[in-house]
């Protein structure tokens, strides 16, 4: 760890730095550390856990740029970070360092819930809400989820799977009213917003993980996509100059094949 910190220290250096490094900011760094964050999932979802190694490395050197940053500013430094999340693990685990009993894991989750809001009301400069610890820059379909799971803990949820189908439907059903008529684009993003926003729901109520779920629908999507083309080079032609017919035709080939060999 010492030495991946004086890594970075060397990077910034003003004079003997890298010149691409020494130029970075906050605001800068942000975009390529959710890249990081993403890859590491994806490694996880694929499981290859030698890759895996690799991209945590890349995202803890996203923490280390953060803190090198903060320390030439006068803010903090990498052991302030480490201190911090210390003092709050051990602050919100008093079942595990303290005198606390706690027998589950639904217990441990409402305690949890607990130490975060009266944190926040410890640091809110604004009437608080359940909403508070959701951040804004959290990718839309992930923020979707955490939303609702927010209003839901305090009862403000559908009762039933039910319920929730029936709101994809309504939802739906005023998209294709925009559609029927002559819709403003506005009109047609707000109601395409809110038929996504109850997709989400609906995943949320089924226990499906949404963001998973579409990102396993884009890699079939993908390797369907790839076979169709593939085909099309055994017949010497591109998707370009296929025609929509033909790629249908094809497509359904790759589904049924996929079918019979279970990766549909």
Known sequence: MDQLLEIMERLRDPEAGCPWDREQTFRSIAPYTIEEAYEVADSIERGELEELREELGDLLFQVVFYAQMA????????????????????????????????????????????????????????????????????????????????????????????????????????????????????????????????????????????????????????RRFRSVERLLMEKDKTAVEASLQEMDALWDEVKREGEETGDA
């Open 71 to 222: 320390k030439e500013q006068g803010h903090f430094d990498f052991q302030g970070i480490v201190a911090a999340i210390s003092e709050k693990m051990l602050r919100r685990h008093p079942h595990v360092f303290g005198d606390e009993k706690i027998a589950t894991a639904t217990e441990q989750s409402a305690a949890w819930e607990s130490h975060k809001s009266a944190e926040r009301r410890a640091k809110a400069d604004r009437s608080p809400s359940q909403l508070d610890a959701v951040a804004r820059a959290l990718p839309a379909l992930v923020r979707a989820e955490k939303l609702q799971k927010r209003a839901s803990r305090v009862g403000f949820d559908w009762p039933s799977t039910e319920g929730v189908l029936a709101k994809v439907r309504e939802e739906l059903g005023e998209l294709e009213h925009e559609l029927r008529g002559v819709a403003a684009p506005g009109r047609l993003r707000e109601e395409m917003g809110d038929l996504l926003f109850s997709c989400v729901n609906l995943a949320r109520h089924l226990e499906v993980d949404a963001e998973s779920a579409l990102r396993e629908s884009n890699g079939k999507f993908e």
